[in-house]
């Protein structure tokens, strides 16, 4: 495994830092968070990167990147944190597209993902809150040319700026399928939740009518292969995560050089560098699990492990050195224009997404056998 970036994922790191320097300054995210700013403003810029096809194969109009590149592209827009649907449409559903999806779904969507055209969200979990097979309870119903579909799906990222959704629905007994559902068909209402984030939504369907080319597939129960979708999407996540890490360090290490007490920066004292170590040994965790969870991914080696570890130790890690770094900033860091609130918000709202820390325990110990 090699740690060092090849000369393909240096340009794909310099073109998004490019873009963060000019389209998504501290500035504008704060405005973004305070909703001052519409979050799809930056959409197009976003689009013209090719990042939203990074994972799309390249005869649906993608990238056809490996697993590591779209990991450096989502670590550089963690360190933002620039919200959006970068990641819930052109990563974690073109995954499931890709996994679950007929040749003639993953065309008539795949190049829409890439372009930006069509926003997908993932419609899985409901308030009774998990990613396992048997937390979903929203039924479909079979009638004589398709399905209906009734219940509520819940904390549902970039639910209202989507065009479509793919929702998990009960089909009959244990099986789950995945239908595309667009989210202007009769029946289905989004509306934004209000907390830590505005990017998560509430999506309510109301008997709404699907044929039957809407199923994924056309497979009534497909949730092992969503699971596999899930966990190569899992690995990205982290990756957005770990930069966000490295954001948060770096505000740490800089504030401790500057800010002054007692005559001297308050980098000289214990518990200031105490903290700063703790989000290092975060970081570095993180990082280096994160990076050869997706090496393993690209290489087709056993990655379930691997991608479960670096899930709890990132998302655990992010939330955790968002709270060490409160402790080095005190008071400045609770200005929202400061910035470091923008982290603490984040790492909250990822904390459960694709699987809390203790879900990915679990599951790490089940593939180990333990």
């Not at 590591?68 to 819930?88: K, M, T």
């Not at 999806?101 to 069509?118: M, N, R, T």
Request: glycine share 12%; with cysteine; charged share 20%.
């Amino acid at each position: 495994m090699d740690l060092l970036l090849n000369e393909q994922q240096r340009m794909l790191q310099s073109t998004i830092q490019d873009l963060l320097r000019r389209d998504f300054t501290k500035e504008t995210l704060v405005s973004i968070d305070a909703g001052t700013v519409d979050v799809e403003q930056g959409w197009p810029a976003l689009a013209s990167t090719g990042l939203l096809g990074s994972l799309v194969p390249e005869e649906h109009g993608g990238v056809g990147g490996s697993f590591s590149d779209a990991g450096v592209l989502f670590e550089e827009l963690g360190r933002g944190p620039v919200p959006g649907a970068h990641f819930s449409s052109g990563v974690f559903a073109s995954l499931v597209l890709r996994g679950c999806g007929s040749d003639e779904q993953q065309a008539a969507h795949l190049p829409a993902i890439a372009s930006g055209d069509e926003v997908s969200a993932v419609a899985v979990t409901e308030p009774e809150y998990g990613w396992e097979r048997g937390d979903v309870q929203l039924v479909a119903e079979r009638t004589s040319n398709g399905y209906t579909l009734s219940g509520v799906k819940l904390h549902v990222p970039d639910a209202t700026q989507a065009t479509h959704l793919l929702v998990a629905a009960r089909t009959s007994g244990e099986n789950v399928g995945l239908f595309i559902v667009p989210v202007d068909a009769p029946g289905v209402a989004c509306r934004t939740l209000r907390g830590l984030s505005t990017g998560l939504g509430e999506v309510r369907l109301d008997r709404v009518a699907v044929g039957e080319d809407a199923l994924l597939g056309g497979a009534s129960d497909s949730w092992d292969a969503f699971e596999r979708a899930m966990l190569e999407a899992t690995a990205v996540l982290s990756a957005y995560q770990v930069g966000g890490l490295e954001s948060v360090f770096q505000m740490c290490l800089e504030y401790s050089r500057t800010r002054r007490q007692f005559q001297q920066p308050i980098g000289r004292f214990q518990r200031v560098q105490d903290h700063i170590i703790d989000i290092v040994n975060h970081l570095d965790a993180a990082r280096w699990t994160t990076y050869e969870a997706l090496w393993k991914l690209d290489t087709g080696r056993p990655a379930e492990s691997g991608v479960h570890m670096a899930a709890a130790l990132a998302s655990e890690g992010y939330y955790l050195a968002c709270n060490a770094a409160h402790d080095v900033h005190a008071g400045v860091g609770i200005v929202r224009e400061y910035g470091l609130t923008l982290h603490t918000r984040m790492s909250r709202t990822l904390y459960h997404h694709l699987g809390s820390p203790r879900y990915h325990r679990r599951r790490l110990a089940g593939a180990l056998g333990l």
